[in-house]
């Protein structure tokens, strides 16, 4: 779990804020928009994968990283924006849904 957790602060937290000081111009907003469309959903299906293994310890996961991504972009973008907290929503619902179905997964496995 701490090394999710980890990885959890280096996608919403490390890329986002090295993308806007490292990376400038219309490149960084590419990738900005490769940030919020593909790699933080696919991040947020794989913590709920990973968190559907087991439910009962890590059920967690999705809604942290959800808030973490919430937090990261009001604190490198704009506070308060409301489209940040759309998105958070999505990649929550994302995570609890791959949770969903991979602890139904885990739980067919074992009969």
């Not at 990738?31 to 959903?41: K, Q, T, Y």
């Not at 489209?83 to 885990?106: E, I, K, N, T, V």
Request: glycine share 8%; hydrophobic share 60%; with cysteine.
């Amino acid at each position: 779990m701490k090394k999710w957790l980890l990885a959890v602060a280096v996608v919403m937290f490390a890329l986002p804020w090295a993308t806007v000081t490292f990376v400038r111009n219309d490149a960084g907003m590419a990738i900005c928009l490769l940030l919020f469309f593909a790699v933080n959903p696919v991040f947020a299906i794989l913590a709920g994968v990973f968190a559907g293994g087991k439910i009962q310890t890590r059920w967690s996961l999705p809604l942290i990283t959800a808030i973490c991504f919430l937090a990261g972009t009001w604190l490198i973008f704009d506070p308060g924006e409301s489209a940040f907290a759309l998105y958070a929503g999505l990649y929550f619902l994302l995570g609890m849904a791959a949770m969903l179905l991979s602890y139904l997964y885990h739980q067919k496995a074992k009969q």
